[in-house]
Each structure stands twice: as structure tokens, then as C-alpha cells.
């Protein structure tokens, strides 16, 4: 494993580790939008098998095996990885829009609004 530690990790990183991943294999040529699109769908979709036909799972999962947690991670993983590289490759800057979104999320659904029923109010 080649972890980073206690430090933390930007989506720059991230976003700079996946153009030189691409570079160094010629792979631009295969990163165009809808490619990533159709790779990031695909990779949800393996995520989503991990929690296939498991029920509901506890917060923290106590009682999945070690092996199955690094699993989650490389799958989880591989899913921020291309939502990463198709925000680059469409010249979104991801972590700005994600706190925008954020701040627009709040705005929507004000704190005073939470009606503690444990129900997400939509409209
Ligand atoms: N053209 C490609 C192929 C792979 N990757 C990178 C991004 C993902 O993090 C990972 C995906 O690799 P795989 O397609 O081999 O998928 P998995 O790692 O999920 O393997 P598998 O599907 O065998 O479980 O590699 C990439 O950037 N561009």
C-alpha cells in the first residue's frame, strides 16, 4: 500500500495523479467525457454489488472482514477517481462547485426546517 498517511489528501492531488496516470499511457486519447461517464456508471455499479443482497448494514460495518472494508475502498476509490478526472476533462473545478453546492444545499434546506422525523423534505 502506498497510503499518505495522517495527511490529508486534496482533490488536486487526486486530479493531478490522474492526468499523469493518463499521460504516462497515452490514455487522453480514451478520457474524453462520455468515456469517463460510461467508466464512472460502471464503477458505482461494482460498488453497488459490494452492498448487493446484504440488507441493511450497520454504520461502521462491525462485522465485515477486514478484506471486505479494502475491497469497499478500492471500489468507492475507483468511483471518486473518475468523477475526479471527468470534472477535470470538462473543466469543472470540482471542489469549488462541491462547496457551492453545498452552500445552495443550505439555502434549499434551511436547519430550522428539520423536522426530526428522520424524513428528507423535498419540495
Ligand atoms: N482507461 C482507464 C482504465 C483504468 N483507469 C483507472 C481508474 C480506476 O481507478 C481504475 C479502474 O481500473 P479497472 O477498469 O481495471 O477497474 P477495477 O480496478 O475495478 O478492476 P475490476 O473491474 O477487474 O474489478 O483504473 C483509468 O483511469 N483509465
Redo the contacts with the bound molecule.
Keep these: 500500500m502506498t497510503g499518505r498517511g495522517d495527511q490529508s489528501v486534496s482533490l488536486d492531488l487526486l486530479k493531478q495523479k490522474?492526468a499523469n496516470?493518463?499521460k504516462e499511457r497515452d490514455?487522453d486519447q480514451?478520457?474524453s467525457p462520455r468515456n469517463l461517464l460510461l467508466?464512472l456508471v460502471g464503477?458505482v455499479g461494482?460498488l453497488s454489488e459490494i452492498f448487493q443482497w446484504k440488507g441493511e448494514v450497520p454504520k461502521g460495518l462491525p462485522d465485515w472482514k477486514e478484506e471486505e472494508k479494502v475491497h469497499l475502498g478500492?471500489?468507492l476509490?475507483?468511483v471518486l477517481?473518475?468523477l475526479v478526472?471527468l470534472s477535470d476533462i470538462c473543466g469543472i473545478d470540482l471542489g469549488k462547485a462541491a462547496l457551492r453546492k453545498v452552500e445552495l444545499n443550505a439555502i434549499k434546506y434551511p436547519a430550522s426546517s428539520n423536522t426530526n422525523d428522520g424524513i428528507a423534505h423535498t419540495s
Excluded: G, K, T, V
Design positions: 490522474m496516470f493518463a490514455w480514451f478520457h467508466a464503477e461494482e478500492e471500489e476509490s475507483d477517481l473518475y478526472r
